[in-house]
Nanobody, 125 residues
Framework: QVQLVESGGGLVQAGGSLRLSCAVSGRTFSSYAMGWFRQAPGKEREFVATISWSGGSTYYGDSVKGRFTISRDNAKNTVYLQMNSLKPEDTAVYYC??????????????????WGQGTQVTVSS
């Protein structure tokens, strides 16, 4: 069983920064592709970013490209999401997810096997 625990969410003013962390249990974390998604009230879960098993490849949603950076530390079983230049429209619950079969970039909700409980990010104007 793989467990994911997000942290680092909170309240920030527009233009500010936050770094989210996702700690992952599992002996083979270094083989997982990881992703971040977000969901605002009344909206569908939206793809934010994904990173390959090695960290060598990343991909971002259009709405965060150039502002957010996904990274991972395989020695710590942790994936990060650095969020800069935050906007009120970034307000959402942010979820990390693990793809444990292929280790490649995945941008769809259905492509992930395990999910965290989410962490709230609120950006005030």
């Amino acid at each position: 069983q793989v467990q994911l625990v997000e942290s680092g969410g909170g309240l920030v003013q527009a233009g500010g920064s936050l770094r989210l962390s996702c700690a992952v249990s599992g002996r083979t974390f270094s083989s997982y592709a990881m992703g971040w998604f977000r969901q605002a009230p009344g909206k569908e879960r939206e793809f934010v970013a994904t990173i390959s098993w090695s960290g060598g490849s990343t991909y971002y949603g259009d709405s965060v490209k150039g502002r957010f950076t996904i990274s991972r530390d395989n020695a710590k079983n942790t994936v990060y999401l650095q969020m800069n230049s935050l906007k009120p429209e970034d307000t959402a619950v942010y979820y990390c997810a693990a793809e444990t079969v292929f280790g490649v970039l995945v941008t769809t909700v259905i492509g992930y096997d395990y999910w965290g409980q989410g962490t709230q990010v609120t950006v005030s104007s």
